[in-house]
């Protein structure tokens, strides 16, 4: 049975950071490509950062100057760094692994989704 189950969202100040983890079970991990997306109130989920297998990292335009993506395959984690913070920033945010291993941006391309962390963003 695969499993993702995000933590480490909560409430935060603009200008703030954020830690968010995914830890995987029930797949080959270190194949996998993961993501991380997001969904604020009322508005499509949208992708915001993917690391592929060998760790090459790729973000949304709004996200690639204050957000990093890292994985410890050792763990079966994948993590989220969020800094400078927005209140734009507010929204669940879901992990997901595709296991193509591909440079996907499409949710339909993941294969696999946590249940979602919620992070909000006060001005």
């Known amino acids: 049975q695969v499993e993702l189950v995000e933590s480490g969202g909560g409430w935060a100040q603009a200008g703030d950071s954020l830690r968010l983890s995914c830890a995987a079970s029930?797949?080959?991990?270190?194949?996998?490509?993961m993501g991380w997306f997001r969904q604020a109130p009322g508005k499509e989920r949208e992708f915001v950062a993917g690391?592929?297998?060998?760790?090459?990292?790729y973000f949304a335009d709004s996200v690639k100057d204050r957000f990093t993506i890292s994985r410890d395959n050792a763990k079966n984690t994948v993590y989220l760094q969020l800094s400078s913070l927005k209140p734009e920033d507010t929204a669940v945010y879901y992990c997901?692994?595709?296991?193509?291993?591909?440079?996907?941006?499409?949710?339909?391309?993941?294969?696999?989704w946590g249940q979602g962390t919620q992070v909000t963003v006060s001005s």
């Open positions: 029930g797949i080959t991990f270190s194949s996998y490509t």
């Open positions: 997901a692994a595709d296991r193509r291993g591909f440079y996907s941006r499409d949710e339909y391309a993941f294969d696999y």
């Open positions: 690391i592929i297998w060998r760790g090459t990292t």
